[in-house]
């Protein structure tokens, strides 16, 4: 089935580098995408969307870019600081209907 | 605001006894989702209401698993019989609008271990 694609890396960077972190989505009918970060032992988080209208969003140390043509989503952090260890998820939404699909999660690590 | 709140954070049981998992959405949020944790498949999307109505249970794995919604503060997730197999982390998220996910606010999830 379709899905949201997103290797299951783990991305180690050094405190105040900035990161980013990808993600491939397979569907072109998607409309709506969504970053969420999930520390350990707790929910996820969202962080910021963006409509496929857009190519890029910022938000507070946080951009999202979409590249529709090659269906890739990135999340760059700037700055990275201890409190963005966790993983993070991106999703898609389907026709701004109430399906989110995850994608698997990538670990970020940041090193002091 | 309290947030989403979910009970009991974790839960160790026997196969065969049923398990009851609570969810205490943020209030004014018309839609619920229960969705289901592990390694090997990721976060997938159990069951969803919107206004109390169960409107998709598709993803609810078999008859072992049922969702109520009794009223706008209140679901829960029923397993019985519970297998090992259940053994998940499962989360309730609630989001303030009609049939449109947006952003999804969720709780801290309930452990639960099946031996």
């Known amino acids: 089935g379709e899905s949201v694609g997103l290797h299951l890396p783990t991305l180690s960077v050094q405190e105040g580098d900035n990161s980013i972190i990808n993600c491939a989505y397979s569907?072109?009918?998607?409309?709506?995408f969504i970053w969420y970060k999930q520390e350990s032992g707790k929910g996820p988080q969202f962080i910021i969307d963006i409509r496929s209208n857009m190519d890029k969003r910022q938000g507070q140390r946080v951009t999202v870019l979409l590249n529709k043509t090659v269906k890739h989503l990135s999340l760059q952090i700037a700055a990275t600081q201890p409190g963005d260890s966790a993983v993070y998820f991106c999703a898609e939404n389907i026709r701004s209907s109430y399906k989110l699909i995850f994608g698997s999660g990538t670990r970020l690590l940041v090193r002091p | 605001d309290a947030g989403v709140i979910q009970s009991p954070r974790h839960e160790v049981t026997e196969m065969g006894q049923e398990v009851t998992l609570r969810c205490k959405p943020i209030?004014?949020?018309?839609?619920l989702f229960w969705y289901r944790q592990t390694m090997m498949r990721g976060l997938e999307l159990l069951i969803y209401f919107n206004n109390n109505v169960p409107i998709d249970d598709s993803g609810m794995p078999e008859d072992r698993f049922s969702a109520k919604m009794p009223n706008a503060s209140f679901s829960t997730l029923k397993i019985q019989p519970s297998e090992p197999r259940d053994s998940a982390v499962y989360f309730c998220a609630s989001s303030r609008y009609d049939g449109y996910a947006g952003e999804l606010f969720f709780g801290e999830g309930s452990r639960l271990t099946v031996l």
């Open positions: 209030s004014g949020h018309n839609s």
């Open positions: 569907n072109s009918a998607s409309d709506y």
